[in-house]
């Protein structure tokens, strides 16, 4: 059956979409019905969208095409109002990650989307890793013994041009609108939604005993370079240690320990590595995981906007947390300027990879430019020292 398409947001993350959606419509299996955009395409845009509607406001859109799927691709802050426009025609959702910027939203669409009667996919592509299946398969088993931790750790790097693109970049709010556009909540969150989903734990009361590092480098709102360390209702404790101002930059990874053994997930990659064993495999998009539920209900969503509970509780966590603490200058190196300028903080790949494979916070590790170590009596969680 091909399904019609709308696609909201085309010129950033969105222009994923469109391209993806020019294959799946040469394969036959969608058509693009028109694209919405507050700004104009550029001519890739323009060319992939060919003599398609295109609207920058949703509601005509919709209203002229009514599609079968409606997919959100624009800041985080603008995904609410515009969902819910989509839900409104009687479309299926496909909404980016991370789905909605405060507890409150997340319930609110979840309720409005079991109201509708639709379907709604988020854009968490990592959890479409079939790596991610055959790990969470091999948990299952029992080929680690007993989880005790899972463990991430990313270390990239983005550019002064990064920052500038949009107003929304690297705030936490805009005028009281909450944005939530954290490294921990928006380019690592992939890591944390993917180590809750192999843990089993991606319900509300799933996670508990959430602890937060968010420190800056840069002269923004947000975090660029965070600790998060949580318990789940298992018992698993959940570390994710990130920065996006590494001087070198590596492939995020997640280090499931256990009992018996570890094993380390590239969820970028799809690259599974169990002691010297080293396991390609391949990924199903949140697009063709939609279409094909929308054909057999009995094929699941890969990540449906239900299971982002215990990951929203995260984002909450990191939304109502305390603004991040800057990190002393005399601990920061600027290289070079203009667009593609940034900033690194010397030693911070070793430091996030250590926090991860000994499940520790910054704090915890007497990283320096950290907060302040942590005494055991204060740690609720006692990771690795
Ligand atoms: N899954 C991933 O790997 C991944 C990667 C990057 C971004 N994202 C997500 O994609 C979304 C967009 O991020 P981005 O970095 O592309 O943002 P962006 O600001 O770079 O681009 C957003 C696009 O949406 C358009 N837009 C903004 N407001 C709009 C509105 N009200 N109606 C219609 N169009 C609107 C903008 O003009 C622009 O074309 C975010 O939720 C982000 O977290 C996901």
Known sequence: MTRTVVLVGASGYGRTYLREIATLEAAGAVRLAGVCDVCPLDPEGRALAGDRPFDTDLGSLLDRTRPDIGIVATPIHTHLPLARQVL???????????????????????????ESGRVCQTGFQSLGSHAVARLAQLMAEGRFGRIRGIGGHGAWSRTNGYYR???WAGRRE?????????ALTNPFAHMIATALRLDGSTGWDDVDAIELELL????IQADDTSCLRLRTARGTVVTAAVTLCAATTSDPVLVVQGSYGHATLSYTRDVLSVGNRREHHGRTSPLANLLAHLDDPGVALQSDLDSCGAFTRVLDAVRTAPDPRPIPAAWLRHVGDGDAGTVCV???????????????TFGALGIPWACAPASPQQDPIGGTR
């Open 216 to 219: 800056r480098a840069r002269d």
């Open 165 to 167: 693109r949009a107003p």
């Open 346 to 360: 010397p030693g911070v790949e070793a430091a996030v990879k250590d926090a991860a494979e000994r499940l520790s």
């Open 88 to 114: 409104a025609v009687g479309a299926h959702l496909l909404l980016e990650k991370p789905p909605l910027p405060t507890a409150d939203d997340w319930r609110a669409l979840v309720r409005l989307a079991r």
């Open 174 to 182: 805009i005028d009281g609108t909450p944005v939530v556009d954290g």
